[in-house]
């Protein structure tokens, strides 16, 4: 029992869930860029190319069965992929880091005065009364 209380305790901590929804995002995320890569940009590089369909370039060695395939393409279309999912990824960090600085700059909102201050408060304005 002591092994599955102990796989519990450090399922349940903070970092841990904390990661494990960075990776569910971070897979849709990654789903977005790369259909922004597929279904807009590439269009466009292909256009640009004179119609070249990036994924499909490749260099064939031999003949038959023994032909060795090499998909340079689809390498491209990686990196492209990478490329802009580290560009996102860049300029959200940016965004938080630009936020996180703003709040540190803020002047913190002045404590409530205690009730000791607020008595002594009192007494100096009736005595500047009188």
């Known amino acids: 029992m002591g092994f599955i209380k102990e796989f ?13 929804v960075g990776v569910i995002i971070g897979g849709a995320f990654g789903k977005i860029v790369s259909s922004l890569v597929d279904d807009v940009l590439m269009p466009i590089v292909g256009f640009i190319t004179g119609g070249v369909d990036f994924t499909k370039l490749s ?3 031999g003949d038959g069965e023994d032909a060795a395939n090499i998909m340079y393409g689809q390498f491209i279309q ?10 996102c ?6 965004a938080i880091n630009k936020v996180a600085k703003k709040k540190e700059e803020e002047p913190a909102a002045p404590a409530e005065p205690s009730n000791e201050e607020k008595l002594l ?4 304005d009736l005595l500047k009364n009188k």
Not at 78 to 87: H, K
């Open 59 to 61: 260099i064939k060695f």
């Open 121 to 124: 408060g009192e007494i100096r």
């Open 78 to 87: 990686n990196v492209v992929d990478f490329l802009i999912i580290a560009f």
């Open 89 to 94: 990824i860049f300029l959200m960090i940016k």
């Open 8 to 20: 519990k305790e450090f399922a349940m901590k903070g970092n841990v869930m904390d990661m494990a």
